[in-house]
């Protein structure tokens, strides 16, 4: 199942302002926080460092792949999962509404 793209951009842009996040700590930004630190700290470490590299460094998958000597299936694989558990997580904690009626 793939998630809407309208809610993939919006979690990854998240993603990408994740320290700002941090600063600002408004009701929704720690809605967001506690979806991604959740799902982060449940991660292995290589996927942990795929989310700090692809999205946190803006590296290129590329980048992330040859640095963690990943196929390019693998970090796709991987990329997936982790955005829909972040989808999950985010839905639960009211910071994102990812299916409409």
């Known amino acids: ?49 795929l989310v700090s590299m692809h999205f946190i460094e803006n590296k290129t998958g590329l980048e992330v792949m040859e640095e963690l000597c990943i196929e390019r299936s693998t970090f796709y694989v991987w990329r997936e999962q982790i955005l829909m558990q972040l989808a999950v997580a985010a839905a639960e904690s009211g910071a994102l509404q990812v299916f409409y009626d």
């Open 1 to 49: 199942m793939l998630l809407p793209r309208a809610a993939v951009d919006k979690i990854i842009l998240k993603l990408h302002a994740i320290e700002e996040l941090r600063m600002r700590s408004t009701p929704a930004d720690r809605r967001w926080l506690m979806a991604v630190d959740s799902v982060i700290n449940g991660l292995n470490p290589e996927m942990q460092r």
